[in-house]
């Protein structure tokens, strides 16, 4: 699943469209918007770090993430010299207030550049060699507790520069801005699929576990060795019925004694 | 290959970094204030980075040489290790930096003025006697050395200093600035192998067992001396055979009186690194392995340990004198 997070309406609403997402009337703190097939959700944060860092908090809640989604924020930001209506990932998010720095990583191949950017309290036209927003680096924070970090990543559409002031932003055309970009932002999601889906294989549980849990009652440190070992399982027994070999056992005690004992009397070869 | 550099803003002018970042002129620069706050960061994922891990230039302030653990060594009394580097290009499923780095990414100390300086004040602290110096531990000496330097930069500290020995360990065969020069007889070219089979299941993107013999042979006859290390022993259920036919298969292409040491060290981790690995790698069968905790670390069974120290050894001592022989030569 991925997880986007718009300050405004207007830059929102371009990808709402896009993605057909429909709202979720349940949830009434902020608006989330989700795809039919649940794999896309969006929130509309509001301006600011702590309503970016609410917004996350509260869409985590009600859509139930996975450790393995992805994470981005997706918004317009002031910049001194690129040009109006550019695309750029960051590479480097500096908090103004205390300095504190994060660093998202892109490990697929983009066509599009990445840049540091600055994430401000109040907003400024003191352009510098860094993008400037204002909830990048609280959406970072709080996004790192609940995912990887190759897996949240900020993308922002040049709004303003030095040449064109903030004074020349307005709703409409930020969201032609944005989804002017709709491609990228599909192309992004794209890039950073195939991360996802890895690391939610290596999180998964293993073959027969959730039968056994819902037959056997197991303790929390059973649960533990339960999937030790039916990973185990799977790379040295695998030519052997588990069902069949745990049927008549009463306890998860005996379950754990029965597969140890099975696998360590079974041959063990590395490679195939 | 590299497309992001991160680079602390201490060493930005170091003319090391200014050299590694001219290399690269199309990689993404990213300034830090210390290479930890990318590096160290937890949330982030080893196996996800090693698609494409990036370089990170940075300047080691502390414990730049330090002391081996007390088994560690091939003959003499004091051993130190350096690390110029962390991570390797590699990506060999028991190696145990997967476990202690929460970051895949490939970190370089520029300053190896500092490095050498230390080594001098170890040597004198060991006024005329041997001290042994080990690189490798935290990356491979020389798979990233075109890019580095480091053989060209580090030897010279050794030609001028005949008491200390210096032993690179690696898998690779990026050994040409060595063939460019005179060899040393204080340096050890250590090479790490496993059989076949086994390196072509555990040892991904790393040169296979037969470039790295090449890879001796040239050093061999280019007058360079060659260390063996069957290091992890990993066990499997044909293990003698396929054990008997790699050592066949080294000692007969090899010169014997060429080889400085050989050394064994059975398969260990740490149990927190091991848990670690297992959870990045859940499929991989080396983990399914028949292992067992001791001490807080995760090893075969003293009988299959045992068993496979003692096959090897009885080979290798059909192969080389006894005094070149280190059966235990383990770090972690
Ligand atoms: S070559 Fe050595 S350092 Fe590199 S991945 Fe393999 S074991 Fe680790």
Redesign the pocket.
């Known amino acids: 699943m991925f997880h986007i997070f718009c300050a405004l309406p207007c830059e929102a609403e371009p990808l709402i469209q896009h993605f057909k997402l429909t709202e979720l009337k349940q949830f009434e703190l902020f608006r989330i918007y989700q795809s039919k097939d649940k794999h896309i959700s969006l929130t509309i944060t509001g301006v600011g770090k702590i309503n970016a860092a609410s917004a996350i908090c509260y869409h985590h809640a009600c859509i139930n993430t996975h450790p393995a989604d992805g994470w981005l924020n997706i918004g317009v930001a002031g910049h001194k010299n690129i040009p109006v209506g550019e695309v750029r990932l960051i590479n480097k998010i500096t908090d103004h207030q205390n300095g504190a720095c994060w660093y998202p990583q892109i490990l697929f191949d983009s066509a599009v550049g990445s840049e540091a950017l600055i994430t401000l309290n109040k907003p400024s036209e003191n352009y510098q060699d860094s993008l400037f927003d204002m909830e990048a680096s609280a959406f970072y924070q709080m996004a790192i507790r609940l995912g990887t970090a190759e897996l949240i990543h900020v993308l922002k559409v040049i709004s303003d520069n030095a040449d064109q002031s903030t004074s020349t932003v307005n709703a409409a055309n930020v969201k032609k801005m944005i989804a002017a970009q709709t491609t990228t932002i599909n192309k992004l999601i794209l890039a950073l699929k195939p991360f996802s889906d890895e690391l939610a294989n290596t999180l998964s549980e293993p073959e027969h576990y959730q039968d056994i849990i819902g037959q056997w009652h197991c303790t929390q440190s059973e649960r533990i060795k339960l999937c030790q070992l039916l990973r185990r399982w799977s790379v040295r027994c695998s030519d052997q019925d588990l069902i069949q070999t745990l049927a008549k056992l009463k306890t998860a005690k005996q379950i754990i004694n029965t597969l140890y004992e099975k696998i360590n009397n079974s041959e063990f070869v590395i490679h195939d | 290959m590299i497309s992001m550099i991160y680079i602390e803003e201490e060493i930005t002018d170091h003319p090391r970094t200014r050299s590694l970042l001219k290399r690269f002129p199309e990689a993404t620069q990213i300034s830090c204030e210390r290479y930890g706050e990318v590096f160290n960061r937890k949330s982030q994922n080893f196996r996800l980075q090693k698609k494409k891990p990036a370089l990170i230039l940075a300047k080691k302030h502390k414990g730049l040489v330090l002391p081996t653990p007390k088994q560690y060594g091939i003959g003499a009394e004091h051993n130190y290790y350096f690390s110029h580097m962390l991570n ?1 290009l ?3 499923r028991y ?1 145990f ?1 997967q476990g202690m780095f929460q970051s895949a990414h490939y970190v370089l100390f520029v300053n190896y003025e500092d490095f050498i300086e230390d080594m001098q004040s170890m040597l004198s602290r060991h006024e005329k006697e041997t001290v042994h110096f080990f690189s490798g531990y935290d ?2 000496s020389l798979a990233l050395d075109p890019v580095t330097n480091f053989t060209a930069e580090f030897l010279p500290f050794f030609t001028k200093n005949p008491q200390a020995l210096l032993e690179l360990r690696s ?1 690779s065969t990026q050994i040409r600035s060595l063939i460019k020069q005179e060899p040393i007889q204080n340096c050890v070219i250590a090479f ?1 192998f496993t059989p076949d089979k086994i390196a072509r299941a555990l ?1 991904h993107k ?1 040169p296979s067992i037969e470039k790295r013999i090449s890879a001796i042979i040239e050093l061999q006859n280019a007058g360079w001396k060659i260390g063996l290390r069957f290091d992890p022993l990993i066990y499997t259920k044909n293990y003698a055979e396929e054990y008997t036919t790699l050592f066949n298969s080294v000692f007969s292409k090899l010169d014997a009186d060429l080889i400085h040491s050989v050394s064994l060290g059975g398969f260990r981790l740490p149990k927190d690194y091991f848990r670690k690995l297992e959870k990045l790698y859940p499929e991989e069968r080396l983990f399914s392995s028949p292992l067992e905790e001791e001490d807080n670390s995760i090893s075969y069974p003293a009988n299959i340990r045992n068993e496979m120290l003692e096959f090897c050894k009885d080979i290798i001592l059909q192969h080389i004198a006894n005094e070149k022989f280190f059966p235990c030569h383990e770090m972690i």
């Open positions: 390797c590699y990506d060999c190696c930096l990356c491979d898998k790490s040892e790393a």
